[in-house]
């Protein structure tokens, strides 16, 4: 198991949120009151869209797998995600501002 991968564990497990990237695209949970920003890591290429707009495959924002994004967002928001080419997991951290 790489170090990333383990670190992307230890972000979900402390209050994080976790979602299944697939062929079709799939949602989180609404970010909690304190959101201010989010910390994505992901286990498969895929792309990431904020709700309402739903992830579509070639839209929305690019995520590497393995790769870190810090993005803006605020509280009740839900993120969108779909697979590039594999399934994996996305791992989404909210940050306090």
């Not at 992307?8 to 994080?16: K, P």
């Not at 949970?29 to 070639?58: D, I, Q």
């Not at 590497?64 to 803006?72: D, R």
């Not at 605020?74 to 501002?97: F, H, N």
């Amino acid at each position: 198991m790489t170090t990333r991968y383990k670190e992307a564990i230890q972000l979900a497990a402390a209050g994080g949120l976790k979602v299944t990237i697939g062929v079709t695209a799939s949602s989180s949970a609404v970010l909690p009151g304190f959101t201010r920003a989010v910390l994505l890591w992901a286990t498969s290429n895929c792309w990431v869209e904020f709700m309402p707009t739903t992830a579509s495959s070639g839209s929305g924002m690019y995520l590497s797998a393995s790769q870190y994004a810090t993005l803006v967002a605020s509280a009740s928001q839900q993120i969108s995600v779909i697979q590039d080419a594999t399934a994996g997991t996305l791992y989404i951290k909210p940050l306090i501002g």
